[in-house]
């Protein structure tokens, strides 16, 4: 089992759902026309990814390996059920806004990847943990990605705060900027494409930056076989 | 006689990039003289605007990826797109509006993707079309021609309302756009897209008096003009062979072709041939921006598909579509699919027998 630390790089960074696994694009690029849009759908599918990760975790020595991908399936979907009605219950105007884009959640491939590839072969503690940071990495991308195209959009931050957080965040939105010209390309569709890829270029940017930072090692040379028996 | 012996090729290309940029430059200035003449001087101040954030940007990007930048600045290329933005949007357009489209067509379109020759969209055109869907409102205010507006700005009024939209004199867009008669004016295919939405037929809509003083019944005063003036630069570039003739001939007819098909089913409800090619960009783009070395289609067949259906999406976005002019799509669509229409027209190689012939049974 990887250490926490690790899980932790993993998933908000190394190994980040969006950034390096490019899963869960549909909803990623649909809904970060705002802030508080991205930061929702994050939250819900931080909370599908955990509850799936902990069920897929329980059952894992119970379900055969055969028919283990339907199961996944049908728990991902229970999940997210729960979590449309819990959006339904308290956080209506969101649930709007987001629509057909909360039971699309099911269809979210970082969903079932983390259940496959993490939470069918580890315990219940670290399962819940991958999914909690995976989520989070997720969300973290989904939020910046709104407030980014938001920002340059609309020239404001945090609009619609009260739809997520109630009444006590009706004056938490931020106007940056006022323009009778706003650039609709950025909270268009094609904006969303190129955040995502601009978001993508800057962690990559970061990385050789890390990488060149990083003392180059001796390179060992081993003997590479060339007569292996067959 | 003394033989030298030089390694292949042996035939060359007379012209280096730049010259051929530079001749394209050249060949756009009756055109450009045009604009100026009926719509004042906002077009070159755009140029002026667009070419200065086209070198900057060019110049930053180039550092930035390590190359060389006066050598990516002497081909000439960034001046051009730049120019070719500049043309295509209204004359009085904000300063920061040409500044974000041309930074757009330069970073993102040109130099992200690899730089001159590995751009798979036209820049200019990408960030015309960048600017089209952002700022849709600012982006379809044109004026009138001079002859029929009510205030003639000068070259201090255009500067001072292009920075801060307003004249030295304090007139707004919205006055500048006032006609003579009192009634604000949109471009001859607004014009026309307007009122065939208002149940209006085609004739009908040809006594509006932006088409009165005009040059052939169906094109709007002043900007047929132009696209004369643009079609005389673009014969000196074919005649030069600058650029071939497939694309702008092929682009024409079947934009006249498919215009023409429509005008004879319903001549009430669809706009003529000569109008849909004396009106609007259809000429310009047919000569200056599908040619594009870079962009388009690269085998003499594959040159004609892609002008034909360049000038085929034009005239379907124009009748059907919500846009009034439709040049900068088409060519951005087409550009997808210029890879498979160079895979399906691959000439034949020399020495090689075509492919029915080669199998016989």
Known sequence: MPSYQDLTLQGLWKNNPALVQLLGLCPLLAVTATFINGLGLGLATMLVLMGSNITVSLIRN???????????????????????????????????????????????????????????????LPAAYDGLVMGTGFTVVLVVLGGFREVLGNGTLFTGADRLFGEVANNWQVTLFATDSPFLLAILPPGAFLGMGLLIACKNAVDAHLAARKPQTEKTITRARVTTEI | MKLTLSSSPHQRVKRDTSQV????????????????????????????????????????????????????????????????????????????????????????VKQLYGGLGFNLFNPAMAGYVMLLISFPAAMTLWLPPSSLTSIQPDFWDTLSIIMSDFTVSGHSMDQL???????????????????????????????????????????????????????????????????????????????????????????????????????????????????????????????????????????????????PDAVAFAVIIMNMAVPLIDYYTRPRTYGHMAKKARNPR
């Open chain 2, 177 to 323: 756009r006032v006609a003579v008669d009192g009634v604000t004016m949109a471009t001859p295919l607004d014009t026309v897209k307007t009122a065939l939405s208002q149940n209006l037929t085609y004739p009908e809509a040809l006594n509006q008096p932006i088409f009165s003083s005009n040059i052939a019944t169906s094109a709007g005063a002043g900007w047929a003009w132009v696209s004369l003036a643009y079609l005389a630069g673009g014969l000196v570039l074919v005649k030069t062979k600058v650029i071939n003739w497939h694309i702008p001939t092929a682009t024409l007819a079947s934009a006249a072709i498919l215009s023409l098909i429509f005008f004879l089913a319903d001549s009430d409800s669809f706009a003529s041939p000569l109008f849909h090619i004396l009106n609007g960009s259809l000429i310009f783009g047919a000569f200056f921006i599908a040619t594009d070395p870079v962009t388009a289609s690269t085998t003499d067949k594959g040159r004609i598909v892609f002008g034909a259906f360049i000038g085929m999406w034009v005239i379907i976005i124009r009748t059907f579509g919500g846009y």
């Open chain 2, 21 to 108: 940029m530079r001749l394209v430059i050249l060949a756009m200035v009756p055109g450009i003289i045009a604009q100026v003449i009926l719509f004042g001087f906002g077009v070159l101040i755009q140029a002026m605007i667009a070419v200065l954030t086209a070198i900057v940007t060019e110049a930053m990007i180039v550092y930035m990826r390590g190359k060389r930048v006066t050598f990516a600045l002497n081909d000439f290329s960034a001046i051009l797109t730049a120019l070719l933005l500049a043309v295509s949007i209204p004359p009085l357009l904000p300063w920061w509006m040409t500044v974000v489209g041309t930074f757009f067509a330069i970073a993102i």
């Open chain 1, 62 to 124: 119970v379900v055969r390996n055969e028919i283990r991908i339907p199961i996944f399936v049908m728990i991902i979907a229970s999940f997210v059920t729960i979590v449309q009605l819990l959006m339904n219950a308290f956080t209506y105007e969101l649930y709007l806004t987001l629509g057909i884009f909360i039971p699309l959640i099911v269809t979210n491939c970082a969903i079932i990847g983390r259940a496959e590839a993490f939470a069918s072969k580890n315990s219940i």
